[in-house]
């Protein structure tokens, strides 16, 4: 195996309409394309919380707050540039991938991942792409999956199903997976956004209808794709099997406000905060460089059990965290958080077979 550290990409997002008429501060700037610095705001100077200018390095700052001179714009093509496209190398070339958005509700996550109606984000870049790839390969079966669930108070929920709650078990290998999920095959990009948006819709059904939040639960996207190809340099056949994860997390703010929740509401605060807070250990146990006796909290939550390859183990990880320019506080934490996962090397290996 080699190591790969997890890249980390931040992305600031634009003032929405609402915010604009205020005309708010901005608190972000990117200096050079590496490099977000972070100050407090009138505000916090005027309630003499006065902190300092913070800089903060990660592998790619993408400025899409406005259109200015001395910093490029990063529209939905440079995410796809900056990130996918890396991935789906990695995925044609048997490794497993994954992308994970991070940041504070309203940040811009979906709208990275999934796109507007007016413009595709990643995930829909990447899957045309991605058969547009494998359509070039000629003389090689491939077969390519997808399954679509969501993380909800720490039950699992196959949004290409029928809406019930799944079991997640592990293999005699220690693998998580999900019992009984849905897993379709595609054999084309339309295919596969027609079944991504079914189990959108299938969401925001359940957000109506069972009072779901959608901004407190993680959905994970797995694109699984099998190619059987000769292998030139072995002259001999060989067969690949990786997947892609593309994940979209939950709002990352703290969901419990110290006054006037009920006790329901504060219940699932907790019970959301577990997927997130475990995943906020297992970064940390693993930025500090573990050993082999350091025990990794996987287990403690469904979200690190079913990401536990592609947090510290055979997988090809990015993260984007998606800030928004004027809440200081959970661009702090977002950035901090980002700085820690930046740290943390994967072991990786290509899934290959080879048949001779
Ligand atoms: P999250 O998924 O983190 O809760 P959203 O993706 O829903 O946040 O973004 C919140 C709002 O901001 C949406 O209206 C979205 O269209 C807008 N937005 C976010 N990022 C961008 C961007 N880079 N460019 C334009 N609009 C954006």
Redesign the pocket.
Same mark, same amino acid.
Do not use: A, I, M, V
């Given at each position: 195996p080699h190591e790969h550290s997890i890249k980390v990409v931040v992305?600031v997002?634009?003032l929405?309409e609402r915010e604009l008429e205020k005309s708010p501060e901005c608190l972000v700037d990117i200096d050079t394309d590496k490099s977000i610095v972070l100050r407090p705001g009138g505000d916090l100077l005027k309630a003499r919380k006065y902190r300092e200018a913070q800089r903060f390095m990660f592998s790619k700052c993408l400025w899409?707050y406005d259109r200015r001179a001395n910093v490029p714009y990063a529209d939905q093509n440079t995410v796809f540039t900056e990130v996918g496209l890396e991935m789906l190398e990695n995925t044609l070339n048997g490794y497993n991938s994954c992308v994970i958005a991070y /940041?504070q +509700? /309203?940040? /811009?996550? +979906?709208?990275?991942m999934m796109g507007?109606d007016e413009e595709d984000g990643l995930i829909p870049m990447v899957c045309r792409q991605l058969f547009k790839r494998l359509n070039q390969q000629v003389d090689s079966k491939i077969q390519v999956k997808v399954s679509f669930i969501e993380i909800y108070q720490e039950n699992v929920f196959d949004l290409l199903g029928r809406g019930n709650k799944l079991r997640v078990r592990e293999n005699s290998e220690r693998v998580a997976f999900i019992e009984n999920l849905n897993e379709y095959n595609v054999s084309d990009s339309q295919e596969t956004m027609r079944l991504l948006n079914k189990g959108l819709e299938n969401r925001t059904t359940a957000e109506t209808h069972l009072n779901k939040q959608s901004?407190r639960s993680h959905s994970i996207l797995t694109v699984t794709v099998s190619q059987e190809k000769f292998d030139p340099a072995t002259g001999s056949l060989v067969k690949l099997k990786s997947n892609l994860k593309l994940v979209d997390l939950a /709002?990352s703010e703290k969901f419990v406000a110290s006054d006037g929740l009920d006790k329901i509401r504060q219940q699932e605060g907790s019970r959301i905060n577990k997927s997130l807070v475990t995943l906020g250990r297992v970064l940390t146990i693993l930025s500090e460089k573990p050993n082999q006796k350091t025990v990794v909290p996987y287990r403690d939550s469904i979200l690190t059990w079913l990401l536990k390859d592609n947090i510290g183990g055979n997988s090809k990880t990015s993260m984007i965290a998606?800030v928004s320019p004027i809440d200081y506080d959970e661009t702090l934490s977002t950035l901090r958080f980002a700085t820690t996962t930046s740290k943390i090397e994967n072991q990786v290996l290509i899934n290959k077979e080879s048949q001779f």
């Open positions: 992305r997002r634009p929405l899409s /940041g +509700t /309203g940040s /811009g996550k +979906t709208y990275t507007s901004s /709002g998606c």
